[in-house]
């Protein structure tokens, strides 16, 4: 959920056994897509058979920020 500040959550599924939120990516929401998902992927060891998730969720962040500044 992004507010009209640019401030929100990031919750993401799919890539882990479970979803989950990292703060530090919240806190850079203001920022950005890329910001947000550099903070959100930090550390992360994909396999080779997942890590085009990567990219994956990269470009989805972009979208979904951008639709929801549009509506906002």
């Given at each position: ?49 997942n890590?085009?998730?990567?990219t ?8 979904v ?8």
């Amino acid at each position: 959920m992004i507010q009209k500040d640019g401030n929100g959550q990031v919750a993401v599924g799919g890539i882990a056994h479970r979803p989950w939120r990292v703060e530090a990516a919240e806190s850079a929401m203001p920022q950005g897509a890329r910001a947000v998902g550099e903070r959100l992927l930090a550390g992360a060891r994909p396999t080779h058979e997942n890590e085009f998730k990567l990219t994956l969720v990269e470009r989805t962040l972009d979208s979904v920020m951008a639709q929801a500044r549009a509506q906002a």
